[in-house]
């Protein structure tokens, strides 16, 4: 179904309003900008912008874009013949070949990420989405498993896999910190995922295949 005029609209508004505040989080830092100000720069009442965000959070990570279910939904996506660490092993491999958001290649991310580390609530809601996403696809891999009850096989798995994840992320960000062009960095995290698959062993990489 095409979108209407109006929820066109509302993305719009929406989007407006966390490219602004973000803008004013990167130039002052997050804790010394007010929701006030945030909506008077984005020219919008403060309780327009209580409506599309709950929380002064959430103009830096939206729910919808920051899910917990990101790699639990990569799993549930995989193609027949495609184990669970395969699929997200591909996915992050496009993801860094297209310099996409989700890895952070995306154009002043450097900027982005210090001011997320210097803020203590967006360093803590990142902590807690890495565990949330970590105990989704712990869920889904014993679900998908046929696991018994009690079985930490799936969580095993899941730890794995999410720290692939992260060392995506965290790679990505310190070589972003250090000044490195996307080029190079998404060349290196490459390298560094063929390195690591190559050290994972059979059980994990041929765990949960897919065989419809």
């Not at 599309?52 to 729910?63: I, N, R, S, T, W």
């Not at 001011?115 to 105990?135: F, I």
């Not at 960095?185 to 062993?201: K, R, T, Y």
């Amino acid at each position: 179904m095409a979108e209407g005029l109006r929820e066109r609209k509302k993305r719009q508004t929406r989007r407006h309003i966390s490219e602004v505040a973000i803008g004013l989080f990167i130039e002052r830092g997050f804790d010394n900008v007010t929701i006030a100000e945030v909506a008077e720069a984005a020219e919008v009442s403060v309780n327009t912008v209580y409506n599309y965000f709950q929380a002064k959070e959430d103009l830096v990570l939206p729910p919808e874009e920051a899910s917990p279910q990101r790699l639990a939904g990569i799993v549930r996506e995989r193609a027949p013949g495609e184990s669970a660490a395969g699929a997200v092993l591909a996915r992050l491999r496009r993801e860094v070949r297209g310099r996409e958001r989700q890895v952070g290649l995306s154009a002043g991310f450097g900027r982005f990420l210090e001011m997320m580390r210097a803020a203590p609530t967006l360093s803590a809601r990142l902590e807690d989405l890495a565990h949330r996403m970590t105990d989704a696809l712990a869920d889904v891999l014993a679900e998908e498993a046929g696991a018994a009850p009690g079985d930490p096989v799936p969580r095993a798995v899941a730890c794995q896999i999410a720290a692939l994840h992260a060392m995506v992320l965290t790679e990505v960000g310190r070589r972003t910190a250090a000044g490195q062009d996307p080029d190079a960095i998404a060349a290196a995290v490459l390298e560094l995922l063929d390195a690591a698959e190559s050290m994972l062993g059979e059980k994990l990489l041929d765990y949960a295949v897919r065989k419809d």
